[in-house]
Antibody, heavy 113, light 110 residues
């Protein structure tokens, strides 16, 4: 089955770190750009970052530059988002997405003391 | 980063036609086209139309996308109750090297 499954969300204090993961299956993961998109409670979609097939190019939304790092392991069919210096405004459901066509169910990250 | 502009809400009667708009600039919509996504409450988004206005397999022909200059449009014909959802447009911005989203339009089917 073609799917993406996120994991690793949870409650973290402001200034803390968290890594969320996305496991891909059912397609050739190494052939696709991959994205992280987030959605704050009751708000719209916000693109966070993407990464090229071989990891050689990465792009980020301004609000996370220098704090978040996107990476991938093609051998493990996995996508990651390392989030450091977390802020309350980073609270959101984090989705991984392929081409905006295939989406995971999302993982909730809550930044609160 | 500046996003794309969508009307916050649109209301149309059952079986009527709704046209949703998405305005950007020459670096995003005008240059790269816009994708359209539908999201029902509590669910991940679903791609309705890619940047080149193609519908993915399984998407109803009632959904059609187009573009004129810096404005993209999504037309939904024969509105059904299940079309009530939030609709987002998105485009790659070549000056920002980033994807930008619209704020979303909540479509209500009366």
């Amino acid at each position: 089955e073609v799917q993406l499954v996120e994991s690793g969300g949870g409650l973290v204090q402001p200034g803390g770190s968290l890594r969320v993961s996305c496991a891909a299956s059912g397609f050739t993961f190494s052939s696709y750009w991959m994205n992280w998109v987030r959605q704050a409670p009751g708000k719209g979609l916000e693109w966070v970052a993407n990464i090229k097939q071989d990891g050689s190019e990465k792009y980020y939304v301004d609000s996370v530059k220098g704090r978040f790092t996107i990476s991938r392991d093609n051998a493990k069919n996995s996508l990651y988002l390392q989030m450091n210096s977390l802020r309350a405004e980073d609270t959101a459901v984090y989705y991984c997405a392929r081409d905006f066509y295939l989406w995971g169910q999302g993982t909730l990250v809550t930044v609160s003391s | 980063q500046a996003g794309l502009t969508q009307p916050p809400s649109v209301s149309k009667a059952l079986r009527q036609t709704a046209t949703l708009t998405c305005t950007g600039n020459s670096n995003n919509v005008g240059n790269q086209g816009a994708a359209w996504l539908q999201q029902h409450q509590g669910h991940p988004p679903k791609l309705l139309s890619s940047r080149n206005n193609n519908r993915p397999s399984g998407i109803s022909e009632r959904f059609s996308a187009s573009r004129s200059g810096n404005t993209a449009s999504l037309t939904i014909t024969g509105l059904q109750p299940e079309d009530e959802a939030d609709y987002y447009c998105s485009a790659w911005d070549s000056s920002l090297s980033a994807w930008v989203f619209g704020g979303g339009t909540k479509l209500t089917v009366l």
